[in-house]
């Protein structure tokens, strides 16, 4: 089974992203796999303050992955699987891509400031030559309509 991979974080562009992994996947008969990176400066204190915040951030991940979650069986009939890792934004979404050869597309939401796409698309972008499959970059003002007639 294809999956398409999503980064879920606290980005609006997140939402687009999310939905459209969905529906493509409703359609292909796919899967969906969030992937929720925890920066590893969150956790230089004490090893055991450490492991009470590295704690805090999993809940956090999970409440909010729950959200997109029931939306997706809801709505689009898929159930996505969630993966939490530790680390650098890119190299660990390069690391997963690698380490799951199920995935087969990594989408991505365009942010929609002046500044550009946003980090992660820019950094990514950069490094698409590398990676074993294509990038899906989800416009950040796509409304919900418009994301429908494309998928």
Not at 30 to 52: K, M, R, T, Y
Not at 55 to 65: L, M, T, V
Not at 75 to 97: H, N, S
Not at 113 to 120: A, E, H, M
Request: aromatic fraction near 4%; include cysteine; hydrophobic fraction near 40%.
């Amino acid at each position: 089974m294809r999956k398409f991979l999503v980064v879920l974080d606290d980005s609006r562009e997140c939402l687009n992203a999310m939905r459209y992994a969905a529906m493509r996947a409703a359609h292909t008969g796919g899967g969906v796999q969030v992937l929720s990176i925890i920066p590893p400066d969150e956790f230089n204190h004490w090893i055991g303050v450490a492991e009470v915040m590295r704690e805090e951030a999993r809940e956090r991940i999970h409440a909010h992955y729950e959200v997109f979650a029931k939306w997706m069986r809801d709505r689009q009939k898929v159930d996505p699987e969630l993966v939490i890792r530790e680390g650098e934004m890119v190299p660990e979404i390069i690391a997963q891509v690698k380490d799951d050869p199920e995935i087969g597309v990594l989408v991505l939401g365009a942010g929609t400031d002046r500044k550009g796409p946003g980090p992660l698309v820019s950094q990514l972008s950069r490094s698409s030559g590398s990676l074993p499959i294509p990038i899906t970059i989800v416009p950040g003002d796509l409304s919900k309509e418009k994301l429908q007639a494309i998928t």
